[in-house]
Nanobody, 135 residues
Framework: EVYLVESGGGLVQPGGSLRLSCAASGFTFSVYDMTWVRQRPGKELEWVSSINSGGGSTYYARSVKGRFAISRDNAKNTLYLQMNSLKPEDTAMYYC????????????????????????????WGMGTHVTVSS
């Protein structure tokens, strides 16, 4: 059975940092592109960041570029999201997702930034971990 289990969320003050993890099992993690998606309260799903299967290519939404860093450890079947300089608007449920289709198929490059053009259809999703940024 496939599992994606996120952890590391919590309450943090503005300007603080958190590191999210996503532990994968039940599938060949190393051949899947991985993505972080978030959903702010009352808002739609929002693409945050993606990494290709080998870990050599990373992509970020404009809203998090320069503050967040995605990485993966294929030996540990784990995906990470290091979040720095957190803002109240980063408050959201954060989900990890896996897909065999290259994430580049659903990204457009516009004015120096990547824009997600997909429909949030991934092979596998986690249940999410909540991040609250508040003083």
């Amino acid at each position: 059975e496939v599992y994606l289990v996120e952890s590391g969320g919590g309450l943090v003050q503005p300007g603080g940092s958190l590191r999210l993890s996503c532990a994968a099992s039940g599938f060949t993690f190393s051949v899947y592109d991985m993505t972080w998606v978030r959903q702010r309260p009352g808002k739609e799903l929002e693409w945050v960041s993606s990494i290709n299967s080998g870990g050599g290519s990373t992509y970020y939404a404009r809203s998090v570029k320069g503050r967040f860093a995605i990485s993966r450890d294929n030996a540990k079947n784990t995906l990470y999201l290091q979040m720095n300089s957190l803002k109240p608007e980063d408050t959201a449920m954060y989900y990890c997702a896996a897909d065999q289709t290259p994430i580049t198929k659903t990204l457009a490059y516009d004015g120096g930034d990547y824009v997600y053009t997909g429909e949030y259809v991934f092979n596998y999703w986690g249940m999410g971990t909540h991040v609250t940024v508040s003083s």
